[in-house]
């Protein structure tokens, strides 16, 4: 066994590197060790715990976040690799106590169960919608193939982003 | 505001928190906690000679590193074996940390604590284990043919074996006109929650007392397997599951080594302790399910009816059984479904393996059983010629025959008896759902465009709200708000918007007012925990209850104030007024708020609520107590739904498949299910259960396996080679419903957590089966797998 | 699955990249996008002394076409979707976005460097197999200068190259197939975005009279490094339409010899082989017969 009880204090610890990064439009800096991951960084140095962490290899989408307004997996991207960028999660998304019409929609098809998976599949969709075109069914069901939901199958999730994507298109819905 | 509530579509209370990222998962709490790490065997079965920390001690960052040496008292006991029986003759549990010997790759061995996570992991990098390798024992064939064993103590490597019968099923398949036999094969899989498991653990010196938040199923049981492991009093422990991230069965282990050790280690240090199990670990830490060899022989008449039925299961339980032989028994009973042959006879054989130990992932053993059933129900039809439909229908239970008893002991340890269902009326709405008779035609057009169609069909019966029993707890605040708790867990399936839907229906007040508490041992202390498809059966009858009696006693209270006769009053958006009479009408209605208030007679006017009721202070009756005697002070109340035994849900899916002629690609065109879980407290929550269910059907039919080499290593794990399915790979589930109330319960409610599931591999392998006309025995199976088929099939 | 710790060097120029990497070789590793490298820092089964990060070198961030049409050139920090997306490199060579979309999923192609998963050598890498079926070039620089290497020289095995750790895989250049010509990928994996069991990418090349003059697959897969077979000998001489495709899928079946995984059997990639060749084989030399 080995314990030690003391309240240990890094006093010299490993090198750090400095970043600045807009964070859902507020300006933060900090010293990150090289090899922290964003996700880590979003979650631990700022206490933003919104975004989630699943399969920590970029394939199941559920850390996604906005980049100079590109969706990536934060858990390979190196927060250092962020230094003046401008990140967005899922608590920017959102206007104070407005839903943001995709938030609303999810709400309205039932796009969500436990929850895990949603701040990456609403990053995402954002992402798209952002886009110059408004996609359809294909390109939202294709452009959403990174992100796993282990809970709702998937269609109500691609039906709550079609649903806001035929609005923008002034469609059946708008 | 809403006022309809139960059997409304309405939408879910828990959304707007989790879509805004203000959630609180497991991991999302406990910001300063020190963080755990483990050390997890690399080796499917050693022994473990040496374990040198030398080199970790000076890691900066370092606050403790435990071995099973420094586990005292019971904490380095074996984990309990929670569901004895008397057929689990050689029932096995792991430490909580590895002594002596490691059964499987990532059982825990040292347990380390850090400042932070990636110091945790430095210093178990520079932990050294030496082993003495013992070979290992993987697969059925392996465990079965007990060459090895897995325990020197367990012969055959059998944990368990179990037989069950009703009629002479041997005298059966004698005298059948036709028998035939099957060998049959599923692979394991996993629940495979988005969130893995975790635990964090605080300890207040001062109030001598822990507080425990885990990611788990059965937040009562974690506590009280925490009080005895820790030797603590149960009233010194609390145990919250916050929003948990998924669970499908995973999560109700428990106590999990991790959730032993944490808090032991959190009262040790005197720390807040937090872990968070990654990816690898919940792989290879965690655990699986659905692994078995099946062999059946059915013996039938000429009109495809079953006479006998003998089913020999060989069910791989892992390195150990913490969980009991549950799956096997649920195999071997649900396996019947729909049907009644005239004689069954059921064994199984639970083996050890060195690989991940099995406990329940969602359907638990049925999709396993339905498996097992529905590709003999293709069977006998290939076999009479007949029409898949038409064997199946002249063998259901018919509606008249409810309750039907099968004359075996269902996995609560209670007679299995259905207690109601309509399977004709199901298959008939499945039929016209899928197009079942219009099938051959669009068969016929698509070969003629050089393309390879099937369909194929699967029916379950699904064995739901078991007992013991649960509680709900609800209570009227003189705000009017109302409170309810229930001690059950919720990992996703939006309960409190249904429990509010039940109590608000119950009280008479709009939906929104009602906020549901879940799995916090604080707030409601008697549970059992989320499995089974249980929660709505369980706690939605028991929250019903509670809010009844809190109904009457408003009503009560309300009949003084008003000076009227209870039964003449009644509940109307959270106001008790004289029936009929208009909203508000002077002297006619009192605000249920009030009516709390009045509920707790005070001494003192602390606030505006507590003023307003004087003017209610009707005549007093100076010789009775202001509190009666057996009442309470406050509207409040408890309840309790105990089943006399489970309720029988029902479904039948039907899949249209095309399978690629030149590369063995299979795709799913169409996914219809019909199922009937009674009485539906909120349709679209039922149908987001039976998506997901059937996404995981899905997964588990054609993506989803764990696969074990030789040595026991477990070389897919990690999403990348785990093939859950994407948005790209479900189908598009269109659904019919039928309502068949439960008698057995006052809602009426059944329960449909795992209906989606179950038919998964029976289904796609029907319909695939009848795509490429050969039969497939063996799921879940990949374009691989079937071009090796296609190839046996031509070598024939 | 949290990354041991490095030596972290953030360069602002080429020069200053190819001086660190020089000083810290061999313990040095380029860190691009990082989505070949972070995932197997986070499992640990890569631990390199010194990173060097060259997310800095905004020089490098380039997806350029040559001056005639004739070529596309992808700087080292030009992400998998700036390639996709780049509409003059999709006017000369429509073969880059049709294969992208093949690439793994959007986050990574968003993250991912194109020239990054070439220098990662991974044999399921689709641009791997591109840049060999087109006969591309890889550029080098370190110290000692730059260099220029042919794609089948640059491939030594999986996840191998013959780049030494103190050079900078700069820029890689996909010529544009000369002539009349179709070009096409296609793959077939277990899920969408997955790495495939089996892909190939195939040119067709049409004489004046649309008889097929040429013919040449790559694949991914089914070898431990991108395998480039001409198919000409089983097809020359035809007509699109007559062309025996089959012969020339079975022709490349042949030559292949892949390895068995969980996810597949060495006979189904084999086979697969054979049956995406011929597809794709067919539907370049359509291409190629419509193409200007």
């Known amino acids: 066994m080995t314990e030690s009880v003391s309240e240990s204090v890094a006093t010299s610890g490993p090198p750090r590197v400095p970043v600045t990064v807009g964070v859902n439009g507020v300006s933060v800096s900090r010293q990150v060790e090289p090899r922290s991951v964003l996700v880590d960084f979003l979650r631990e140095d700022l206490g933003l715990t919104g975004t989630k962490v699943s399969c920590e290899l970029q394939v199941c989408g559920v850390c996604t976040v906005l980049v100079d307004g590109r969706p990536v997996s934060a858990c390979t991207f190196l927060t250092a690799d962020a230094d003046g960028a401008d990140v967005t999660t899922v608590e920017g998304l959102s206007d104070g106590q407005t839903l943001h019409p995709l938030q609303e929609s999810f709400v309205d098809h039932f796009a969500l169960q436990c929850g895990f998976c949603t701040p990456g599949f609403l990053m995402m969709s954002k992402a798209l919608l952002d886009g110059d075109e408004v996609p359809d069914r294909e390109a939202i069901v294709e452009h959403l193939e990174g992100n796993i939901c282990r809970c709702t199958g998937y269609e109500p999730i691609v039906e709550a982003v079609e649903h806001v994507a035929e609005k923008l298109r002034g469609g059946p819905h708008g | 505001m809403t006022t309809a509530a139960f059997g409304e579509p309405i939408a879910r209370l828990e959304d707007p928190r989790l879509l805004t990222g203000q959630g609180r998962f497991l991991d999302d709490i406990g910001h300063q906690a020190l963080a755990a790490a483990f050390v997890r065997s690399p080796h499917a079965h050693a022994r473990i000679v040496d374990i040198d920390v030398s080199a970790a001690v000076d890691v900066e960052g370092l606050v403790a590193v435990y071995t099973h040496e420094d586990l005292d008292g019971r904490v380095g006991e074996p984990l309990p074996l929670l569901i004895p029986h008397a057929a689990l003759t050689h029932g096995r549990t792991a430490y909580a940390l590895a002594k002596d010997e490691v059964n499987h790759v990532g059982e825990p061995i040292v347990m380390v604590v850090a400042t932070d996570r990636y110091v945790a992991e430095d210093v178990c990098d520079r932990i050294v284990v030496t082993y003495d390798f013992l070979p290992p024992v993987v697969g059925i064939e392996a465990a079965r043919s007990a060459e090895l064993l897995v325990h020197d103590d367990v012969p055959g490597n059998v944990s368990a074996h179990l037989v069950q019968s009703r009629g002479d099923v041997e005298a059966a398949l004698a005298g059948a006109p036709h028998v035939l036999e099957l060998d049959l094969d599923i692979e394991r899989s996993a629940s495979t929650p988005l969130e893995g498991k975790g635990v964090h653990a605080r300890w207040d010196a001062d109030d001598a007392s822990l507080r425990v938040y885990t990611s788990t199923q059965a937040s009562t049981s974690v506590r009280a397997a925490l009080a005895a492991r820790l030797e603590l009093p149960l009233d010194r422990v609390e145990v919250i599951a916050p929003d948990v991230g998924g669970g499908f069965g995973v999560k109700i282990v428990h106590p999990w080594p991790e959730e032993v050790v944490v808090p032991w280690a959190a009262i040790r240090l005197g720390r807040e302790v937090k872990w968070t199990e990654d990816r690898r670990e919940h792989f290879v830490g965690a655990t699986h399910e659905r692994g078995q060899l099946q062999h059946v022989e059915v013996g039938f008449d000429d009109d495809g009816r079953l006479l006998g039925l003998d089913v020999t299961v060989w069910h791989d339980n892992g390195a150990y059984t913490p969980y009991g032989i549950i799956v096997p028994i649920v195999t071997t009973t649900q396996l019947l479904g729909p049907y009644k042959p005239e004689a069954y006879r059921a064994e199984f054989f639970s083996l050890y393996t060195n690989t991940v130990t099995v406990t329940p992932y969602r359907g638990a053993g049925r999709p396993q059983g339905c498996f097992a059933m529905e590709r003999t129900m293709d069977a006998v039809a290939a076999y009479l010629g007949l029409d898949r439909t038409v064997v199946r229908e002249r063998n259901f239970i018919r509606p008249d025959e409810m309750p039907y008893d099968h004359g075996l002991i269902f996995q609560d340890g209670r007679p299995l008896i259905y207690d109601s269902g309509d399977y004709p009326a199901t298959l008939e709405k499945l039929k016209k759902l899928v197009g079942w008779d219009e099938f051959e ?342 374009p691989s797998d079937l071009f090796s088929l296609r190839l046996a099939q031509e070598s024939r | 699955m949290k990354p041991a710790g490095f030596t972290y060097h953030r360069p602002a120029t080429v020069d200053d990249a190819v001086a660190v990497l020089a000083e810290v070789n061999p313990a040095g590793k380029v860190l691009a996008g990082g989505q070949s490298l972070v995932p197997l820092l986070s499992m640990r089964l890569a631990a390199p002394e010194h990173l060097v990060d060259i997310n800095r070198l905004s020089s490098l961030a380039y997806v350029r076409v040559g001056d005639d049409g004739g070529s596309v050139t992808v700087g080292a920090l030009a992400r998998h979707a700036d390639v996709e997306r780049d509409a003059a490199a999709y006017a000369v060579l429509p073969l880059l976005r049709d294969t992208l979309r093949h690439v793994a999923h959007p986050t990574i192609r968003n993250r991912g460097t194109t020239v990054g998963s070439i220098a990662h050598a991974d044999p399921s890498g689709e641009m791997t197999a591109v840049l060999a079926l087109l006969e591309g070039t890889v550029t080098l620089r370190s110290t000692g200068g730059e260099r220029t290497v042919a794609a089948r020289d640059f491939f030594t095995g999986p996840m191998s190259t013959c780049a030494d750790a103190g050079e900078l895989v700069t820029s890689v250049t996909f010529p544009v197939p000369e002539g009349r010509t179709g070009a096409v990928w296609t793959e077939v994996a277990r899920r969408h975005g997955d790495y495939a069991v089996c892909g190939t990418g195939v040119v067709v090349t049409l004489d004046d009279d649309l008889r097929v003059a040429g013919a040449r697959a790559a694949y991914i897969s089914v070898a431990p490094e991108p395998v480039v077979i001409d198919l000409t000998e089983a097809v020359a001489g035809e007509m699109v339409d007559d062309a025996d495709w089959p012969a020339a899928g079975r022709l490349a079946a042949g030559r292949l010899d892949p390895g068995d995984d969980i996810h597949a059997t060495a006979a189904y990639r084999s086979h697969l082989a054979e049956v995406l060749t011929t597809r794709a084989l067919r539907e370049a030399a359509g291409r190629a017969s419509v193409a200007a």
């Open chain 2, 441 to 782: 035609a669009f068969r016929a057009e698509a070969r003629a465009a050089g393309r390879r169609v099937g369909i194929g069909i699967a029916c379950y019966v699904e064995g739901t709200g078991v007992g013991p029993y649960e509680g709900g707890w609800v209570k009227v605040e003189t705000d009017g708000t109302v409170v309810a708790a229930t001690g059950l867990t919720t990992q996703g399936q939006g309960h409190k918007t249904a429990f509010a839907q039940v109590v608000a229906s119950e009280l008479g007040v709009p939906v929104e007012r009602v906020q549901v508490t879940t799995g916090d041992t604080r707030r409601f202390g008697y549970a059992v925990g989320t499995f089974a498809s249980r929660a709505a059966v369980m706690s939605g009858n028991a929250l019903a209850s509670a809010a009844r009696k809190v109904r009457d006693k408003a009503l009560r209270i309300a009949g003084e104030a008003l000076e009227a006769d209870p039964r003449d009053l009644e509940i109307v958006d959270g106001v008790v007024r004289v029936v009929g009479s208009p909203p508000s009408a002077p002297g006619s209605s009192i605000p249920l708020a009030t009516v709390a208030v009045l509920a707790n007679p005070l001494r003192y006017a602390f606030d505006r609520e507590a003023e307003r009721a004087t003017q209610f202070g009707g005549p007093v009756d100076y010789s009775k107590p202001p509190v009666a005697e057996g009442d309470s002070p406050g509207l409040e109340d408890t309840g309790y739904y105990s089943p006399p035994r489970s309720t029988f849900a029902n479904g039948m899916h039907a899949a249209i498949v095309e399978t690629d002629p030149d590369t063995a690609e299979i795709t799913i065109l169409r996914y219809c299910v019909v199922h009937d879980c009674g009485r539906l407290i909120n349709p679209r929550i039922v149908e987001g259960q039976i998506h997901g269910g059937v996404a995981q059907g899905v997964g588990g039919a054609l993506y989803e396996r764990m696969v074990y080499d030789d040595a026991g290593q477990l070389l897919n794990a990690s999403f990348m080679d785990f093939l859950m399915p994407y948005a790209t790979e479900v189908p598009v589930v269109e659904t019919d419903h039928l309502e068949t109330p439960s008698p057995l319960n006052p809602l009426g409610i059944k329960g449909a957590g795992e209906a989606g599931v179950i038919p998964g591999s029976a289904v796609l392998a029907s319909a695939i089966s009848d795509a490429e006309g050969f039969a497939i025995t063996r799921m879940p199976i990949s």
